[in-house]
């Protein structure tokens, strides 16, 4: 297989502390089906047919640990470890500083959904690069209520609604733009495409996964378990 250009380059922010799970070491750090959380993440994103460079933002104490943790598992096509800061967006701005002026894309992906495929990576990349923004997700098939001090104030229209995921992938000038505005105005958003939103662009939506779950509570990493297990990675 050739080795994809530098023109599409993932940011891959795994800077959390990890304190929702309710241990010491970092989240992305915990073993899952006999590797690292991270490490099962980013081979994903490496195999892929489209990245050709990966970026990672690591939590400023553990910089040299990732490091060493990326070369003990032969982790390639990483360009950069670079420390995150306080919240997921200044991460993925720090991030951003790291890709390569030559990148036409820029994916984000959270390091803690190791559930992904190349063939979702390479659909958000195509949509991307055709429209300039895309994220994925799925339809909300469940009732969604919203309660008020402990009872319910409405039902909402699920019709339309969807539950984003990453990856996420956008054209590099356009994510600076959006996240430059976004500091300028002291904007935090929730994930990288608000911020697009923000600058009046569209964005593409492309049929993510049910699987793609993102490991932050200790419930997370249990159900994660399970499905590496029924995949056959022990």
């Known amino acids: 297989m050739s080795t994809p250009s530098l023109s599409v380059v993932a940011i891959v922010p795994a800077a959390g502390s990890g304190s929702r799970m309710g241990v010491a070491s970092p989240k992305q750090f915990l073993r899952l ?12 994103l490496a195999g892929s047919r489209v990245v050709g460079g990966i970026v990672l933002v690591a939590p400023p104490p553990a910089v040299e640990r990732t490091r060493r943790l990326l070369a003990r598992h032969r982790v ?13 967006q200044e991460s993925v701005w720090l991030g951003l500083q790291a890709v390569p002026a030559a990148a036409d894309l820029v994916v984000v992906h959270d390091g803690v959904r190791p ?5 979702l990576v390479r659909d958000v990349v195509e949509a991307a690069g ?10 909300v098939r469940e009732t969604v209520k919203r309660h008020r001090e402990g009872f319910v104030e ?14 996420q992938a956008f054209r590099r000038t356009l994510l600076w733009e959006a996240h430059d505005k976004a500091r300028r105005d002291g904007f935090l ?15 593409r939506m492309v049929a993510g996964l049910q ?23 022990r």
């Open 154 to 167: 409405a039902t909402v229209d699920r019709g339309g609604l969807w539950l984003i995921q990453t990856p």
């Open 211 to 233: 699987e793609n779950l993102k490991i932050t509570t200790p419930d997370d990493l249990a159900r994660a378990r399970v499905f590496a297990s029924a995949r056959g990675h």
């Open 189 to 203: 958003g929730t994930d990288d495409a608000v911020l697009v939103e923000r600058l009046g662009v569209p964005v």
């Open 130 to 139: 055709r429209f300039g923004a895309a994220i994925c997700g799925i339809p």
């Open 76 to 88: 390639p096509r990483v360009l950069a470890v670079v420390p995150g800061g306080a919240e997921r």
């Open 115 to 119: 559930f992904i495929t190349g063939t």
């Open 33 to 44: 089906g006999g590797v690292p959380v991270l490490v099962r993440t980013l081979r994903i």
